[in-house]
């Protein structure tokens, strides 16, 4: 196991393992075992290109990811309504973590909303005393909901429901299976500008991940406008 | 569109729309037209019978439900594992409800968990003062943290970061569309005594609207130790 | 239940059932109660079209439709290999059908395959004595096949061996469910000049019936290039 | 690549790759990595039981397998019926192959339906003379169909039509790339007696390689009733 990419305040991806590469694209691709390929050229580059461009997205399912990931609940959720993949999240309901951990933006990323509903942008506040007044406040709500966690816990009321009052900003750890052709439309879709930033930031390591078993692919998927399959 | 079934202290289930019902089950298992049936008899029964405990699961894809949910975060991340099913949310990433609504359990369904990972139960806490006491903690944390989001909301920040400090507990709301199969499914794990008390109330009422549209297969269903398919 | 559309010599298309339309697409998006629209306007309109154009796509999901379809096997093939879908079809493992249908092209859909591996076209075959040649070939097989069919049922060999020897070209029947999302990139890839005439022309009559239960969402797929969502 | 498990008169059954193991199912159910296990025990394979007896199917979808296949036409649709798995096949729209086989039962498994619509069941064809003549038929349709088929071509028509012709006891191959909670449910359905023979042969041969990947979890698959996650 690598020792992964850290991401925001608190924030981790690892590849934890994968099966294939490049090459099982193109094998999967002619199928038949006498044109069986064993390395890469030109020539199964050019197919690659031409299977991403016409949409034939099949070949890319042979290949698989399992990563490891820690991001905050809002983040998960967002992750999680990709459906072709596999997902394996700790549960509060049985489980109380040593340390509870929660994301708050820092300088860099702190943001508003501009525009309007269907048209938003978002600019940077540049403010240091806004910026601290409102990291201030998430980790004063943080501290609140982390105190009354384990007040409920040591009143005996159950883990399930102790939960309830745990913010959306809290961190989360779950194993995620994906093949390459969910994982390309998971890159289309989160690492882009109209994302949110927090899950566009585990997006990027994803990606980095990604191209490292499978750079040709990756670097296609680049070239060819970052669409989804 | 009928009123809906309350549940829990905010919370709704309502079927806005469904297509088909116990016949298309038939129907679909028949394919050929030739041996098209308008009316359920004893044999058309049988064979939704003997589908169910041969696991031959295809034709109970063929009846669709659509449904409204409004229900605690936390329940929803439950419900958004079924992945062989539709959801759109409301997102605050772009909307700030006229109302934040949370969750907390009233005297009946207040309970502490005994036992060990893997064998827990639960039992019912009686004492009238603790259960104040859990009510009035989790209340106070859902004030500071309705508070704070306002107030972050009032700083400039974007809602998206806003939303962080916002607990589980919060109501939000969704559309589910599903099939029969997937379903049967979920009221096998739902509607089930492992399952967490609140999604379990909720599954009642998805089985409620489940059975209006579809009675000979929910019955069945029962019958057959509601299994998945 | 309509009269259906035929398709190729012996083909059908036929829309049994179907739930929702293009407001419930703009409803889903909406999810909210509050904003619940009851008919379709520009505002709506707009809606999609932004939908589309952003690939938001699980709205789309919401529509589903039931179809009955007979079609060559080959063709049946290509269509299950879209798998958000649901399919029953005819099995000749226990029903013998009363007359088995087998598909020859007509004169107009005569074809040769020009080009090199990766960049096929066709051109029309128009010598009418060639083109006879070819239709009598197949019925030929045809006829060998479905005669020998039914001596080995005559000789007492199962049906599930007995059909090993019928060709691709024959008709079968299915059950097909869909919803709007799946749909579109069915006709994305089937009703399209890289798509095997034949299958082409089922997609055709799929894209007929899709128009008349969301007229707006398939006027919209057409002015936006057609993609998948 | 290992030589792989012929099947039938001509097909083949050959594991290509795979991701994970037993221990991936153990620690994916436990996700967090402080309890990370990196060998087998018993209390592992208690794990894993507790997971199969309570259809927590979602851990050993981060197990994957990817198959070479080459099998009958008409036991690759029943294949491709398994819709949570990902297939790339042979296209004979673009492909002629250097030789056409096709499936001949031999002996042993030459058979007869009895019983009922519902209720078959198959028994042994045991008169050499009848399953001569049976074998005899089939192999007559195959060579009539082989050679047109190459008249077709000759005559210069489309492969795509050409192939109409062909019997669906024709072999085909494809990759097959599967997660262990899918693939259990294949063997679930398939290495049964209810299903035919001859996919059954294949099944056989997958749960050998299924086993040697993950022997635990097959163990525990067999001690607890073959059921489908």
Known sequence: MTLGIKVLDHGKVDLIDAMGG???????????????????????????NFLMKNKHATPFEHVTYKFYVKCPIFVAREWFRHRWSSFNEMSMRYYVPDELEFYIPE?????KQVGKPGNYSFEPITDQTTVSFIQGLMSDVYS????????LLDAGVAKEIARSVLPVGQYTEFVWTV????????????????????????AKAIEEFAESIAPVALKLF????????
């Open 22 to 48: 490049d090459l099982d694209i193109v094998n999967a691709a002619r199928v038949s075992f006498s044109s069986y390929q064993s390395e890469m050229d030109e020539r199964a580059e050019g197919l690659i």
């Open 107 to 111: 300088y860099d990323s702190m943001r």
């Open 144 to 151: 609140v909901a982390e105190s009354a966690y384990y007040d």
């Open 179 to 202: 093949n390459l052709r969910s994982l390309l439309n998971f890159l289309s879709l989160r690492n882009d500008s109209h994302a949110q930033l927090e899950i566009r930031e585990f």
């Open 222 to 229: 680049r070239d060819n406008g970052r669409e989804a399959l």
